[in-house]
């Protein structure tokens, strides 16, 4: 079937007059479906060469011995950038996912203060020698009507980001609490802050503040449209409040529709 795709813009004029603007947006939604397809797909493809090499290094790894010893360290290398690359065709077939409205992925009663249990957890794994203060606080224990895998990782991201741009020793606190518009969960650290002209770019796919600084942080650029998808397939938001110097503060807010009551 053929669908034409209609965009309407109605601008009221105080003496009861409107202005109706149609447009004919057809070509640019097919284009924008085929850019998804595409990425999709390529990441797709990828995915099986590149388990092969990974599998390969490994077994080179486990037998780099005596003269073939040398090999280790640029074996190495090529075993990070690998997992790398790996990390982002993951990140991006999450976010195709997260776009592809039509495909169903499975909702379920998601218990919020196990997974924040287990992402602390992580998180206090991931800074190690760095020693970040984590603290956790739940003031209502709440389960979750929504995507298990897409929410882990969208707070994992929060999280994770809080760790790798706290100064070492840094206070991160996470914490979920409900209100009458819902629930929040936000993640709060004291580390470096992100400058005003960035914040309304965050969520940009591949978007980083400093490229330089981040190229040794190891991230994607994706973790925050992740967050921001993920949230949008609940029907909630991302707020992102941040003073230089002083620290960030990300807020996912839940819609009351998604919670359940606590049995
Ligand atoms: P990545 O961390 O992979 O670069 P993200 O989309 O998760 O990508 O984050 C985008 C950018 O936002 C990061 O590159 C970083 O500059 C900035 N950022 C995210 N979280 C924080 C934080 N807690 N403190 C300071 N800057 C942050």
Redesign the pocket.
């Known amino acids: 079937s053929i669908t034409t795709w209609l965009q309407y813009n109605i601008t009221r004029y105080g003496d009861g007059e409107r202005l109706i603007l149609v447009r004919d947006i057809t070509r640019l939604h097919n284009l924008e479906q085929m850019r998804k397809d595409f990425v999709a797909n390529v990441s797709h493809e990828l995915r099986t060469p590149l388990t092969v090499l990974v599998g390969y290094l490994e077994t080179m790894l486990d037998n780099a011995e005596g003269p073939q010893s040398r090999w280790i360290r640029p074996l190495q290398q090529m075993q990070q950038q690998a997992s790398r690359m790996q990390s982002l065709l993951n990140d991006l077939l999450m976010l195709s996912r997260l776009e592809t409205s039509d495909v169903r992925i499975e909702e379920r009663p998601v218990a919020i203060d196990r997974m924040l249990t287990e992402i602390r957890k992580d998180a206090l794994a991931l800074s190690g020698e760095r020693r970040h203060e984590i603290t956790l606080e739940i003031t209502s224990p709440e389960t979750l009507k929504g995507l298990e895998t897409e929410l882990r990782s969208a707070i994992s991201?929060?999280v994770?980001?809080?760790v790798?741009?706290?100064q070492d020793g840094g206070r991160i606190h996470i914490s979920w609490s409900r209100d009458d518009q819902g629930a929040r969960l936000s993640?709060a650290?004291n580390?470096?802050?992100?400058p005003r002209e960035?914040l309304h770019r965050?969520?940009e796919r591949?978007?980083?503040?400093?490229?330089s600084?981040?190229s040794t942080?190891?991230?994607?650029?994706?973790?925050?449209?992740?967050?921001k998808h993920v949230m949008m397939r609940h029907q909630g938001s991302l707020q992102i409040s941040?003073s230089p110097g002083q620290?960030?503060t990300?807020t996912c807010v839940f819609p009351p529709e998604r919670l359940l009551d606590p049995s």
Do not use: E
Not at 191 to 194: E, K, L, N, S, T
Not at 217 to 227: N, Q, S
């Open positions: 991201n929060l994770y980001n809080a790798k741009y706290t993640v650290d580390g470096p802050g992100i960035h965050l969520t591949f978007y980083r503040v400093d490229s600084r981040n942080t190891g991230g994607t650029g994706l973790g925050l449209a992740i967050v941040s620290g960030s990300f």
